[in-house]
């Protein structure tokens, strides 16, 4: 499962927003608050949705504490931000590398995350993580837990000095 290391221009979010952990995930309710409100958004690049997630720069990837908060959001990639819809926020996700990966099977499914994380990043010897957003694109053929589902996750990267 090699990704794909692409350089990302920048991009322009609106969304919704929570600071969550994975003991206390909110992730469900964070895209049932957002979905039935995502018409309301103009300037719309693509239907593709993303799922970001906002870590502090002490948030420890090397050693995964459930307990750990960051940030996660529900949105939408625009061209302008000249409206954003009432309780909603923008994020800018600023251009960089990232290594892309492919990830089939149901959001529940952890496999690829722990491929990246526990052994792709630690034993790739010419980048390591960058301290910017990471992202899933959910595309037309994500289907929310389905086995079927396909994502690509966007992992942020930096080449090693």
Same mark, same amino acid.
């Given at each position: @499962?090699?990704?794909?290391?692409?350089?990302?221009?920048?991009? /322009?979010?609106?969304?919704?927003? &929570?600071? @969550? %952990?994975? /003991?206390?995930?909110?992730?469900?309710?964070?895209?049932?608050?957002? +979905?039935?409100?995502?018409?309301?958004?103009? %300037?719309? *690049? &693509?239907?593709?949705? #993303?799922?970001?997630?906002?870590? %502090?720069?002490? $948030?420890?990837? %090397?050693?995964?504490?459930?307990?750990? $908060? #960051?940030?996660?959001?529900?949105?939408?990639?625009? &061209?302008?931000?000249?409206?954003?819809?009432?309780? +909603?926020?923008?994020?800018?996700?600023?251009?960089?590398?990232?290594?892309?990966? #492919?990830?089939?099977?149901? =959001?529940?499914?952890?496999?690829?995350?722990?491929? *990246?994380?526990?052994?792709?990043?630690?034993?790739?010897?010419?980048?390591?993580?960058?301290?910017?957003?990471?992202?899933?694109?959910?595309?037309?053929? $994500?289907? =929310?837990?389905?086995?079927?589902?396909?994502?690509?996750?966007?992992?942020?990267?930096?080449?090693?000095?």
């Amino acid at each position: @499962m090699q990704p794909t290391i692409v350089h990302s221009k920048e991009k /322009i979010l609106i969304g919704c927003s &929570s600071k @969550m %952990n994975f /003991i206390d995930n909110k992730t469900g309710e964070l895209w049932q608050s957002f +979905m039935p409100r995502l018409k309301e958004i103009k %300037n719309k *690049i &693509s239907a593709d949705l #993303f799922s970001v997630q906002l870590y %502090n720069d002490d $948030y420890n990837f %090397n050693q995964f504490d459930p307990s750990a $908060y #960051f940030t996660k959001w529900a949105a939408t990639e625009v &061209s302008c931000i000249d409206d954003i819809p009432e309780n +909603m926020e923008t994020l800018l996700i600023p251009q960089g590398l990232y290594a892309v990966f #492919f990830h089939k099977g149901s =959001n529940a499914d952890n496999s690829t995350f722990q491929y *990246i994380f526990q052994t792709w990043l630690p034993t790739f010897d010419d980048y390591s993580l960058d301290a910017r957003p990471h992202f899933e694109v959910l595309g037309e053929k $994500y289907k =929310n837990d389905d086995s079927s589902s396909e994502e690509e996750i966007w992992i942020p990267i930096k080449r090693k000095v």
